[in-house]
């Protein structure tokens, strides 16, 4: 019997996940609770895909996921057939057949995440493990300013992780906004591809700018330095969403508000 790919569009509060990607080790992970689901539908052993590998305490609002599949299912069946195998904290919420040539992670033309910071006095006690907190008055304005420089293709050597894999530190940002919605501060980068701990990198410098403790141009000097050990702290995992993957149009995969839900984004098309 033939195979099909199916795409889902998949969300999932990643606060007690040991990241994405399933592991040797007896942990639990996004992907393993989601194989297991699939295989429950699928009556057979299912392998996925995703568009970007998040670290542990990572969210997703929309991670994008492929699979193969001989069994004839409706597409309910892959989200809401899906979810009742699911915990809580994932969730299926799209999906569609798709060409076979599809590949969650090689047809991506560019990846999103948000990175939300709450401002406050206090520590907060609901999504506590949804946001990044900090009582330092930030402003978005030096923030926003400082990013600019990200944007264009650059050597991010210091803006990745030093246990970074990646064979090169050569990415491309095409849009860096900083945006302020009461006492959230929202980063929104968009890029064909992120390194290891790169948006986390990024935030932490913005915070360090914003927060008065740094200048502006600090941002663009850590980025010519190409040392990851002059770049400051690395942001928490707690704030940080993948929030979108952009295809051709040719595979018809699924639009979602990209989120996450909890804030008022305007003009986001379904």
């Not at 491309?172 to 990198?201: C, E, P, W």
Request: with cysteine; net charge positive.
């Amino acid at each position: 019997m033939s195979k099909k790919k199916v795409v889902l569009v998949v969300e999932y509060d990643g606060s007690r996940y040991k990241g994405w990607q399933a592991q040797k080790f007896d942990v639990d992970t996004v992907q393993e609770k989601l194989e297991y689901a699939l295989s429950k539908i699928a009556n057979h052993s299912v392998g996925v895909i995703c568009a970007g590998r998040t670290d542990a305490g990572v969210h997703a609002s929309s991670q994008v996921v492929h699979f193969e599949t001989a069994s004839e299912r409706p597409i309910r069946a892959w989200t809401l057939g899906v979810n009742t195998h699911l915990p809580p904290d994932i969730s299926v919420v799209a999906a569609n057949y798709v060409a076979d040539e599809f590949h969650a992670r090689f047809s991506a033309l560019t990846r999103r995440y948000r990175y939300v910071i709450y401002q406050s006095e206090f520590r907060p006690a609901i999504m506590a493990k949804g946001v990044t907190w900090t009582y330092k008055d930030l402003s978005e304005q030096k923030m926003q300013q400082a990013a600019a420089c990200f944007i264009g293709t650059h050597d991010f050597s210091s803006y990745r992780a030093i246990g970074c894999q990646a064979r090169s530190p050569i990415r491309t940002v095409l849009n860096f906004s900083v945006n302020k919605f009461g006492q959230y501060i929202v980063l929104d980068i968009r890029a064909n591809a992120f390194l290891h701990h790169m948006i986390r990198n990024f935030a932490g410098v913005l915070m360090a700018i914003g927060a008065g403790e740094k200048p502006v141009q600090w941002a663009k000097q850590v980025l010519d330095a190409k040392d990851r050990t002059q770049g400051g702290v690395t942001a928490p995992p707690h704030g940080l969403y993948f929030v979108d993957a952009q295809y051709p149009d040719e595979f018809d995969v699924p639009k979602i508000p990209l989120g996450p839900h909890f804030l008022p984004f305007k003009d986001e098309a379904l």
